[in-house]
């Protein structure tokens, strides 16, 4: 009899112990926060309120990245795809600019066009650089200017050094997992999403 009470007793402590390891811990609260910005389509929206109720993939760019930006944005399209054969719904894309001197709602329009985004549950947006500063420091992702090029015109262009990220927020506007947005598991973020759902 002792032995069949140790035997419940650690089944009991070990489904325990890997169920928790299953649970999405918060890693920020920023659903008090709210930060006005405006989408592609010039229309005020306000971050992370938009997405409340809702689950959110969230994703840091600037148009004129060479190569992790155009990869997250290509990752965080193959996301919506996997999730929507899965039939999974309640779900809101976010891509926030941290150039906003550039990334006027236009220019995050035909971005998004470059890269075949659907824009039913997919927004783009920027806003005030102030305001994107505080935004950023809020969500825990760095983004800086480094290196600048003169080009033939005589203008000059610059690049970000910035934080690889997609973001998982939870409907009350918890951050609860952060992934390298240019090579995210998409299998794993959509186990993800379905456990917050």
Known sequence: MKNITK???????????????????TINDISKSNFAL?????????????????VGIVGYIFTNCPDICPLTTNNMRL???????DKITNVEFVSISFDPEIDKPGILKNFSKLHNVQ?????????????????????????????????KDSSYTY???????????????????????????????VEDVKKLL
């Not at 996301?79 to 054969?85: Q, R, S």
């Open 38 to 54: 405006i989408n592609q389509d010039s229309i005020h929206a306000n971050f992370p309120s938009l997405i409340k109720g809702k």
């Open 119 to 151: 824009f039913s549950n997919w927004e783009f947006l920027t806003g005030e650089k102030e305001t994107i500063k505080n935004l950023l420091k809020e969500v825990g992702v760095v983004a800086f200017v480094g290196d600048s090029v003169l080009i």
């Open 7 to 25: 035997i419940l007793l650690f089944t009991f402590v070990a489904q325990f112990f890997f169920s928790c390891m299953d649970e999405l811990d």
């Open 159 to 189: 690049l970000y050094v910035h934080t690889d990220r997609i973001q998982l927020i939870d409907q009350d506007g918890k951050i609860r997992k952060n992934y390298l947005g240019s090579q995210i598991n998409i299998d794993e973020i």
């Open 79 to 85: 996301i919506k795809e996997a999730l929507e054969n």
